[in-house]
Nanobody, 124 residues
């Protein structure tokens, strides 16, 4: 059974960078979501099983990069030019379905397996 495990969160100043990693066995489309206090969980980025296709939320496009190393069963979210509004708990999730589209990738309910989350705090 897939059980994503996130790592790499922490505290960083605005404009800084963080690198989140997600260890997850199996070949699944993977997504990163985040949830700030009092807000709904929102889509951040997604990557197909092969790594050949990626999607990003408009709010992070150009600043965040998602990638994967299938040999190491790892998905990485590189976050640059961080802003205070990026502060949230970040979750890695796996989608066992066979279709990868932006409409499916951005929906939390299409993901079957979730990590425990890692806190990212960006100070101003």
């Amino acid at each position: 059974q897939v059980q994503p495990v996130e790592s790499g969160g922490g505290l960083v100043q605005a404009g800084g960078s963080l690198r989140l990693s997600c260890a997850a066995s199996g070949r699944y489309a993977m997504g990163w979501f985040r949830q700030a206090p009092g807000k709904e969980r929102e889509f951040v980025a997604a990557i197909s099983r092969s790594g050949g296709m990626t999607y990003y939320a408009d709010s992070v496009k150009g600043r965040f990069t998602i990638s994967r190393d299938n040999a190491k069963n790892t998905v990485v979210l590189q976050m640059n030019s961080l802003k205070p509004e990026d502060t949230a708990v970040y979750y890695c999730a796996a989608d066992s379905g066979g279709i990868f589209t932006i409409r499916i990738a951005q929906r939390p309910e299409t993901h079957d397996y979730w990590g425990q989350g890692t806190q990212v705090t960006v100070s101003s």
